[in-house]
């Protein structure tokens, strides 16, 4: 979950369908990925990039630098955090 709340929307390639893990969000904190097999592009499935393409069609916060998740109680300029998204 720490991966997924870390993604920008900058991370995800809609053209070749892949989502970059680049940063994840562990104990509060937002920071690198720690190895580099970790950082490989993971494959996005069609039907995921459907809801992914709704999403950011919806949500306020949809320019490439914004969260995929942003908190809105933060007014996006923080990611919800894993134990406020349960």
């Known amino acids: 979950m720490s991966e997924l709340l870390g ?3 900058r991370d995800i390639n809609f053209d070749t369908l892949e989502i970059h893990l680049v940063r994840a969000i562990v104990n ?3 920071g690198d990925m720690k190895t580099e097999a970790s950082r490989k592009p993971v494959p996005l499935g ?4 459907e809801v992914l393409v709704e999403w950011r069609g919806r ?3 949809n320019q490439d ?3 995929v998740f942003a908190s809105p109680e933060k007014l996006g300029r923080q990611p919800y955090w894993p134990d406020s998204a349960l």
């Open 28 to 30: 509060g904190v937002v």
């Open 7 to 9: 993604l920008k929307w």
């Open 46 to 49: 069609s039907a995921l990039a």
């Open 65 to 67: 630098e914004d969260w």
């Open 59 to 61: 949500t306020p916060y």
